[in-house]
């Protein structure tokens, strides 16, 4: 939690347009920095590191899925599909989450099943209808095989048996960690500037503060108060259930985090997703069926708050969550290390 | 064919160590320029969309396949695997040649098939196992119908309907003539640093044109002499086949350019490949049947000389190979245009 957090209150800034929930809600912008836990503090030399192992897709059984595969850091940190498509084309039930802005989430994966960036990127690795490795240190032995990655692993963690399963997911969160966006005309907006949103905006920040959905979707990422590593934040969706959610969208084949715990208690609690960048992360839910914003705007207000919005509402809402598309920092392009003259991928993988 | 190329014979260079066919040939340094088509000269404006078409993998059925998915330009411009894995995990039966100095050859694809990099960039969009589009225009439709890549086809081909088939496969060629790797060791070797290479690779260097590998791996990218777009340079793989290659190495299944021409002559016909970074880009052989580089090399002599190598000699000739691992540019990463708000990937697909 060593992190500042600027907050403002909106009345004094969209002025008569905030009334009602809009004028008591805290309007926070992103921090330029995300947490870190203590045993994982951020440095150059991790990042790097990480940079690497989040690009590289010879980690995977097929050689062919990376990280990057389904959090597009060229794209909105997700893949744009409904469900993401692992190794050998095999597909899961739920919607790859944008890395983008996921260090400032307590939680990880739609169940929160991960109490960390650490432990998420070890899962997806030995998941099979992701990267499909049958365990992690065969994905690791695979890292030690390229002779290029010690010297990172050396800077990074020092010479002293560096390269571990253990550090190689603390590299990648440490590289998670620096994929933050700042500066989007929200943040710009609520740091005093107020010619940042248009008049659209300022109604739709308005319509989204009353319509209720500041009560999940709060602090800096809208994806709720910033909390210590591993604090679950769940939500039930669908709250009011409808023949149209569970036909149409299938909203209640998953049973969210029930299918981690087995309590009754944890039937369809998700996590609530950031919607920092969510113009850039369609389709929408934890299982992609809303294939467009306003479409997914229309379903939340209705599933989770029992409100019926109309189209100016809708319209103007969309304008507004635009508005949290922030600055992506610029990347160079990294260069793998070689394995030279063969190859760690196996053809009948 | 607007290009310059350095050529210094090696006898002058390598001394003692140039006997027989090695102080004959013509060692080619790289271009710092590719030879670019009449119809289509390199320009930053073209260069810039090429890069982001590249990288975007929307335009494949299931959004997850780009062009650098199977020329990885973060790796030696392939896969590294033996069968390249194109949409919902489907393979076909040849490797993906490197997209590094592609631009030297005056035919692409193993068979010849295509005369320019422009041709070889729609073949694989529409190919069912590599990006899996039913036809080109479906393809661009899903780029016309991202706003951001307009302003960059009107940059690069001007505003009279510059959203084509055409122009989309000409930036990508006009990127991909960028993507060579000059100054490799043996480079600075040919142009005169006599230290460039060590002894070993020096030795390689008299044993590879010695065996006669020079009778078609010449010319500045190793890949056969520089000609003009579109003119085959083909040879036969295998030129005297024995058990092992067709067993262990099933050699002989695929019929090469056979397949394109159903001509006798061309059975078994391919396209000498370059050997440029050829250490990056294990397996080997048009189907990745030769795991190792070392490998290759003995089966390349056997097969194609009739030549049995003992160990040093290969030892000394992957040395050498080695040396023809060049400089790689560096890259920002891009960022690829948003639909704000929906999505082109059907959840179908």
Redesign the interface.
């Known amino acids: 939690m060593n992190m500042i957090t600027e907050t403002i209150a909106v009345m004094a800034l969209v002025g008569p347009l905030a009334v009602g929930a809009a004028d008591t809600f805290e309007w926070q912008a992103l921090p330029e920095k995300a947490p870190e836990p203590p045993d994982n503090p951020t440095t150059t030399e991790k990042v790097e590191l990480g940079r690497l192992l989040y ?4 980690f995977s059984a ?3 899925v990376s990280c990057n ?1 389904c959090h ?5 940190g997700d ?5 993401s ?1 692992g ?4 597909t899961g039930g739920r919607s790859a989450p944008t890395v983008w802005n996921a260090a400032f989430a307590s939680s990880q994966f739609w169940d929160g099943r991960a109490t960390s960036l650490e432990e998420q990127a070890r899962g997806s690795v030995v998941n099979p209808v992701e990267m499909g490795m049958s365990e992690l240190e065969q994905a690791m032995d695979r890292v030690r095989a390229i002779p290029g990655y010690k010297p990172y692993f050396v800077r990074a963690f020092g010479s002293d048996n560096p390269m571990t399963v253990d550090n190689a997911a603390k590299a990648v969160a440490a590289f998670e960690r620096t994929m933050i966006t700042p500066d989007s005309p929200y943040d710009r907006f609520v740091k005093g500037d107020k010619d940042a949103l248009d008049e659209q905006q300022q109604r739709g920040m308005t319509v989204f503060a009353e319509t209720g959905c500041t009560g999940c979707h709060s602090g800096p990422a809208f994806s709720g108060p910033i909390m210590p590593s591993g604090t679950l934040y769940l939500m039930k969706f669908p709250t009011f259930p409808t023949d149209e959610s569970a036909e149409q969208y299938d909203l209640l084949t998953d049973q969210g985090r029930f299918a981690v715990t087995s309590k009754e208690a944890d039937k369809h609690l998700y996590k609530v997703p950031t919607l920092r960048n969510v ?2 992360t ?2 929408y839910f934890h299982n ?2 809303a ?4 479409d997914a705007l229309r379903m939340m207000a209705k599933l989770q708050l029992e409100r019926d919005l109309d189209k100016g509402q809708v319209d103007d809402m ?1 304008a507004f969550l ?1 508005a949290l ?1 922030g600055e ?1 920092p ?7 290390p ?8 196996n ?1 009948e993988d």
């Open positions: 690009f590289d897709p010879r097929t050689g062919t595969s597009n850091l060229m794209l909105g893949d744009n599909r409904a469900v498509m190794v050998h084309g095999k113009a850039l369609a389709p992609g069926s294939r467009t914003l306003d969309v635009g598309t992506f610029q990347q160079t392009m990294p260069r793998l070689a394995t030279p003259g063969w190859t760690l991928i053809s």
